[in-house]
């Protein structure tokens, strides 16, 4: 299947890659000359401008966009839409929020193009390990589109799967990244815990060896926290700084919204946001699996 990709970041470039291993024509285009030129040689087709890249595309059109939420969709979308025809289709993959999905999608049909969003996770490791996506779009649209997740999926029975209509894949996306908020913070705290317990002395990545098998809470968040404890024991040179990128306070007020408990995830926010106050070794070791899973910015002391 032939597409395009708009932004080449990481990701992005990633998951292009993965495409074009996987037998489709992907071409792309990023703002930075620098990111066109790495891509060229990953089988991509490199577009200097938008309008390049549309040109270069047979209809229907499929055109993805992997670019940071917010304005920047806003804007891309601003000049894709006079270069697409009725029955393209348009694919946000980043991390947007659902009621501006629902508001481009709204926009995108009053063109007569479709627009499916696609919640997509899986990081620096997309690669090699496939991504795992939820996708939000019309049964038309996802129908044809389905060759693309099965080549980015881990397998193309499993890590992917059509979950609603327009909307619901970036609205599980913004849940699954509550709930990735949760879970890291109960590791980080658990070792924080550990690593205070200066009596025994405790190896913390034998720790995380040992829970990695056989444990019910064994999982690749641990794994990727296993990785960390073994190259930095002590969180050396991190600063106690963890960003939060959006999702788990859009996850918080929508369960404020819908009238739903969920103290874990709205206090693993707000540890965040704590962590920009003082030294703790937990955010500390936040800042490491983040880095670890995603490849994020970690701030140093």
Not at 115 to 141: F, K, P
Request: glycine residues 12%.
């Amino acid at each position: 299947m032939e597409l395009g990709m708009v932004g080449l970041g990481r990701m992005g470039a990633n998951m292009a890659q993965r495409l074009a291993q996987g037998g489709h024509t992907v071409s792309g285009f990023d703002p930075s000359p620098e990111a066109r030129q790495r891509v060229a040689a990953q089988g991509i087709t490199p577009a200097d401008s938008l309008q390049a890249l549309v040109a270069g595309l047979s209809a229907p059109r499929v055109v993805w966009l992997m670019v940071p939420a917010g304005k920047i969709v806003d804007d891309t979308l601003d000049t894709l839409l006079p270069l697409l025809a009725k029955g393209d289709i348009v694919i946000d993959g980043g991390n947007s929020f659902y009621q501006d999905t629902l508001r481009r999608a709204q926009r995108l049909q009053e063109a007569g193009l479709h627009y499916v969003d696609c919640g997509t996770s899986g990081g620096v490791w997309g690669l090699t390990e496939g991504y795992s996506m939820m996708v939000g779009g019309a049964d038309d649209a996802l129908a044809l589109l389905k060759p693309i997740f099965e080549t980015l999926a881990p397998s193309p029975t499993t890590g992917w799967g059509h979950v609603g209509p327009t909307g619901a894949g970036h609205f599980t996306k913004m849940v699954h990244n509550g709930v990735e908020y949760g879970m890291m913070q109960a590791y980080a705290e658990g070792f924080a815990i550990l690593e205070r317990k200066a009596d025994f002395k405790l190896d913390l990545h034998q720790v995380a060896q040992i829970w990695q098998t056989g444990s019910v809470v064994r999982s690749w968040l641990l794994d990727l926290t296993a990785d960390a404890l073994k190259q930095n024991p002590t969180m050396a040179g991190i600063a106690p700084y963890v960003e939060d990128s959006g999702e788990g306070r859009w996850t918080a007020k929508e369960a404020l919204d819908l009238d739903v408990s969920a103290p874990v995830i709205t206090l693993s926010l707000l540890e965040r946001l704590r962590s920009r106050e003082k030294d703790s070794f937990a955010d500390k070791l936040l800042a490491a699996m983040r880095n670890g899973f995603g490849g994020h910015r970690i701030t140093k002391e």
